[in-house]
């Protein structure tokens, strides 16, 4: 923003960030449905940076099971929230990765080894997601991810709807 | 402000109040609201600044408050702004009052607001992006890095140094010592190694098959510089050891203790033909004070960085906030703008609607004054304006109204004697002071034969004309304003008669004695003439019957005998006296019927009246001539008018007149046999009747298409003893005319078209 006014604010306000593929995979098992998701372009030059200022980054996963429909909205039947935190010790270059589900800590581990911390944070494995209503046999179905990295890593002056991230993955519920 | 009025009065156009937002009550307590808005605001937006609320979420829930804010403002910016401009733009078609000079006070305002307010922002970004540029500024990114990458290289250093350390012992260990756990022949080695290190510690260990399958790591013997002896976390140096004998490659961890040091540790496999045998740690400590500095140069570095990672929302916090203020200023100068306009344009705009009010009439509008100041006197001022015209306005109607009940008798009077003066049979003439005629009544215009266009001529100018010269007299009389004016019987020749006018001019004087004008008075004593002129001559017929048919007789008788003595005479004498006596006798009886004829004259009995058809008498009339006209070429032809209303006549006089005027036109014609006209028409008489519904009068017209009667004879032509036959007593018109007098008619002579006389009866219907 330096040398910035008013033209470059509006500029920056009706911006449209690129945003990353999430490739998801649905898994169906004893009538429930969990995600794994792999988001292998997330982690850009600028989260590698931010990461290696010591900044902690979170990637924020909003998983959403939906039903679609070709007349109204899609509807909402199940969704899950995702966290992975990592935090570089900047003084002796070890990461500290943090995973959570709905604000709880599921997993946590150190490494020194930035592939690895990239391997953590951008991959999840089965996650389940709890739906409001029971399944509709033979229907289709759609899991949504969405991501959101914390700190904005592309500032905008308009905060709504900006996603870093999202992927879909269609399938039809066979019990 | 308000119209108020009496029950009486018609109600003004309304302005609607707006009592919600015009009540001072609301504004404080908006301007309070929007006060506080503005202090919370400011409040968090210094403390995203200075660092105290860092939170990135703190900082986005921060950015999206301000942005809603902002839109809202934003959009009751446009909304203001677009709902006045179409109001002032719909006031403006309708020409409302006062709507230009509201429309040009927004705009004012607006103008002096925009301006600096778009400056404001533009400025304000502009500090707040190079303040924000400079928070993060090259030197304090430098600097910041350098003291975390001494700090950092430092711990690297120490790592690299007790990796390397690690290593050579691993690789000076001998393997099979390690598999056996041969304390002696490994502890000489550790010792050594310590030697070289200020604080210090080597552990080895030797590697077991585990019940996982996996090898475990069993402590051999370790050696340290006594300091660290205390804090060595054991459990940890083991778990090392065993990751690097299952990895097969050394391993590091940095270990922070209790007492605020850190130790370094790296593993390193001891292998034998390719398989690790066992490992040895080396573990150095980092102290407290060292490691603190270190940390303090990490944190500050690591909060810098996040502090940094916040520059973009905290310019969009500050940015938004100076938006903000910049569309609460411009808004505030809006509805300013409007406010103002309102306050200072209704008083006067309900003075020009209650101005207006007045103008049509309705002077019961007060206006009720909302304040004390000068408009407020100002209204108070047109109030006692309205009361005292309402007061002149109802003095002005009650002259008004006087005047109009005087000006409705004066034309009450001056029509009722217009009316008497157009019915008189006088006729009146008024003139001016400068001798200009006036008035002139239908009878005077009859008489003299003029119309209304001579209404404003000079009277001198229009007797000038041949006839009506004898009025001049009377003009000159009143001139020399002769005391009770001029009375004189003047004749008047027209082209076929003489009328006779017994005329009176009186002056008329104004107030001050001089002399505004003249009236001309004139009587029509022709008719009075004319009856005096036929007493005269029935007292000659009287007198004329009375001495002439006396001496008759004996005249015939004494005839009758000297016709009768001479009968034996000789022829000769009995041939002259008979020729004689015939002659006495016949001339005797022809004075006989013309005494008998002047003796009808005079002894002319009234007329015995009764309802009567006039058409069935004109019917029957024209049947006697059926027979004279049975082989004729002269036609006798009737058109008479049905529903004919009935009149009072004396059925015989009425035949004989009809029979006259018949009788009349036929010896006018020639007789029954006469020859056609010289234009080639057959000779016709027409009879017929009609109604004047106006007047009342029924007219029975005999015309012929005969020779006709000269002008000059028209006149004479009812006077006693005139004929145009040359033989009869010339009676037959003159009792005609006396007929119809006594049945209340009258009787006129006319010329036909192309040629011919026309007589017209009038008579009173019934």
Request: hydrophobic share 45%.
């Amino acid at each position: 923003m330096k040398g910035t006014g008013i033209l470059p604010l509006v500029l920056a306000i009706a911006a449209v960030a690129a945003t990353a593929d999430i490739k998801v995979t649905p898994l169906v098992a004893d009538g429930h449905v969990s995600a794994s998701f792999i988001a292998p372009d997330a982690f850009t030059r600028d989260t590698r940076d931010v990461v290696k200022t010591g900044v902690p980054l979170t990637f924020n996963y909003l998983v959403e099971l939906r039903r679609p429909s070709l007349i109204w909205w899609d509807r909402t039947v199940g969704s899950a929230t995702v966290a992975a935190l990592v935090k570089l010790d900047t003084l002796t270059s070890v990461y500290q990765v943090t995973k959570q589900q709905e604000g709880r800590v599921t997993w946590s581990q150190t490494t020194s080894n930035e592939e690895e911390m990239q391997s953590w944070i951008t991959a999840f494995d089965r996650v389940a997601i709890p739906v409001n209503e029971a399944l509709e046999p033979n229907a289709d179905y759609y899991l949504r991810v969405r991501l959101q990295a914390r700190p904005h890593l592309k500032f905008s002056l308009w905060p709504w709807g900006r996603d870093d991230g999202a992927g879909r993955a269609d399938f039809t519920f066979i019990r | 402000m308000l119209l108020r009025e009496t029950p009486i009065a018609v109600a003004p156009p309304a302005v609607p109040r707006r009592r919600t937002l015009d009540n001072p009550r609301v504004i404080v307590v908006a301007v309070c609201l929007l006060i506080g808005i503005l202090v919370g605001l400011v409040w968090l937006s210094g403390k995203a600044g200075t660092g105290e609320v860092l939170s990135p979420l703190l900082s986005d829930v921060l950015l999206y408050v301000l942005y809603a804010v902002d839109l809202t403002i934003l959009a009751a910016l446009l909304f203001v702004l677009a709902r006045n401009l179409l109001k002032l733009w719909v006031e403006r078609r309708r020409a409302e009052p006062f709507a230009r000079f509201r429309g040009k006070l927004v705009a004012a305002l607006l103008a002096m607001t925009i301006v600096p307010a778009v400056l404001m922002l533009i400025t304000g970004s502009e500090i707040i992006t190079n303040s924000t540029d400079r928070w993060f500024s090259a030197p304090v990114d430098e600097v910041l890095q350098s003291a975390k990458s001494i700090a950092n290289q430092y711990y690297v250093e120490r790592r690299e140094d007790v990796a390397l350390r690690a290593r050579r012992l691993s690789g000076a260990l001998n393997p099979g010592a390690v598999a056996n756990g041969d304390i002696a022949a490994l502890q000489p080695l550790l010792n050594a190694e310590l030697s070289t290190m200020a604080r210090g510690k080597v552990d080895s260990y030797r590697a077991v098959p585990g019940p996982s399958g996996q090898p475990d790591a069993v402590y051999i013997v370790g050696v340290d510089s006594g300091a660290l002896q205390r804090e060595t976390n054991t459990a940890a140096t083991d778990r090392l050891a065993a990751q690097a004998i299952t990895s097969g490659q050394p391993v590091s961890n940095f270990d922070a203790l209790d007492s605020g040091g850190e130790l370094v540790r790296t593993a390193a496999p001891i292998r034998r033909d390719g398989t690790a045998v066992g490992a040895v740690v080396v573990s150095e400590l980092i102290s407290a004070d060292v490691r603190a500095h270190a940390r303090l140069t990490t944190n500050a570095y690591e909060q810098y960085n996040a502090t940094k990672a916040l520059k973009g929302p905290l310019q969009g916090v500050y940015l938004a906030f100076f938006l903000m203020v910049t569309l609460l200023i411009l808004i505030s100068a809006t509805w300013l703008g409007l406010y103002l306009a309102k306050r200072i344009t209704r008083p006067v705009q309900m003075l020009a609607e209650g101005a207006r009010a007045i103008g049509a009439g309705k002077l019961d509008l007060r206006i009720e004054p909302e304040t004390g100041d000068e408009l407020g006197s100002l209204v108070e001022a047109f109030n006692m304006m309205a009361a005292e015209l309402r007061t002149s306005q109802s003095k002005l109607e009650q002259s008004r109204r006087d005047l109009q009940h005087k000006n409705v008798e004066v034309e009450a009077r001056r029509r009722y004697i217009e009316t008497v003066l157009e019915r008189v049979a006088t006729g009146v003439i008024s003139l001016g002071a400068a001798g200009d005629i006036q008035t002139l009544n239908g009878a005077a215009a009859r008489l003299l034969g003029l119309d209304q266009r001579v209404l404003g001529k000079s009277a001198d100018a229009i007797f000038q004309r041949e006839d009506l010269q004898p009025l001049l007299s009377l003009i000159e009389a009143t001139r020399r304003r002769e005391p009770g004016g001029v009375v004189e019987e003047i004749t008047l020749a027209r082209e076929d008669r003489e009328v006779h006018l017994a005329a009176a001019a009186t002056t008329v004087t104004g107030e001050d004695g001089r002399p505004e004008g003249a009236v001309l008075v004139l009587d029509d004593v022709t008719p009075l003439i004319r009856a005096q002129r036929v007493a005269a001559w029935r007292d000659v017929a009287r007198r004329l019957a009375h001495e002439i048919k006396n001496p008759l007789t004996p005249i015939q008788l004494s005839a009758e005998r000297l016709r009768r003595n001479f009968s034996s005479a000789p022829p000769n004498t009995k041939a002259l006296v008979e020729e004689c006596t015939d002659a006495i006798v016949t001339e005797v009886e022809a004075l006989k019927g013309l005494v008998d004829e002047f003796a009808q004259f005079a002894r002319l009995r009234g007329p015995r009246t009764m309802s009567t058809d006039l058409n069935r008498l004109v019917n029957d009339t024209l049947r006697l001539y059926g027979g004279v006209l049975q082989h004729a070429s002269l036609r006798v032809e009737s058109e008479l008018e049905k529903d004919l209303p009935a009149v009072r006549i004396d059925t015989e006089q009425i035949r004989q007149v009809i029979i006259n005027l018949v009788d009349n036109a036929m010896e006018a014609l020639g007789g029954p046999t006469a020859p056609s006209r010289p234009n080639g028409q057959a000779p016709v008489i027409a009879i017929s009747t009609n109604y004047d519904r106006r007047n009342g009068i029924v007219r029975l017209v005999v015309s012929d298409n005969g020779p006709g009667v000269p002008p000059a004879d028209r006149d004479k032509l009812f006077m006693p003893y005139y004929s145009t036959k040359g033989r009869g007593s010339g009676l037959g018109l003159a009792i005609v005319r006396r007929i119809v007098a006594e049945h209340g008619g009258g009787i006129d002579v006319g010329d036909a078209v192309p040629s011919g006389t026309v007589f017209t009866v009038e008579l009173p219907a019934a």
